[in-house]
């Protein structure tokens, strides 16, 4: 087998334009406008002014998480890899792993599926669009 985490290519300033980015999307995927309305629904949960204590927090450990998600994607991709295979390998490792872990759990908790696949759904177009990200300009 042939497998190869080249953790020396990683281009620093590209993972940190990555993790950004998915971060952005998270803020529009789960916005009113866009998936905010039917998410928080799914959730049984209130106005989001009301939920959001410690959002700082949050949004500071959300952030650290997309960091190591993007440096993983960028030594697994390597310095030269390009946009498509960016794409391609972010989407299999969204799918392949992020979705169906997601989607077992949420099943077991019984939750719905309209959860599973708005939360499933961001994890898997933000680990595509951090690839391209990582990609491209790696």
């Not at 999307?25 to 799914?42: M, N, S, T, V």
């Not at 991709?77 to 949420?106: E, K, R």
């Amino acid at each position: 087998m042939d497998f190869t985490i080249n953790f020396d290519a990683i281009n620093l300033l590209t993972v940190f334009a990555a993790t950004v980015a998915a971060n952005v999307l998270g803020g529009i995927w789960y916005a009113p406008f866009f998936l905010g309305r039917p998410w928080r629904a799914a959730l049984k949960m209130g106005p989001a002014s009301a939920e959001m204590s410690n959002s700082v927090g949050t949004f500071v450990s959300g952030f650290v998480l997309h960091l190591i998600a993007a440096s993983m994607l960028a030594a697994l991709l390597g310095p030269s890899a390009g946009g498509v295979v960016g794409v391609q390998l972010g989407s299999l490792i969204g799918f392949a792993f992020v979705f169906t872990a997601m989607g077992a759990t949420n099943l077991f908790e019984h939750r719905p599926i309209r959860l599973i696949l708005i939360n499933s759904g961001y994890h898997v177009v933000s680990l595509a669009l951090m690839g391209f990200i990582i990609g491209a300009w790696g």
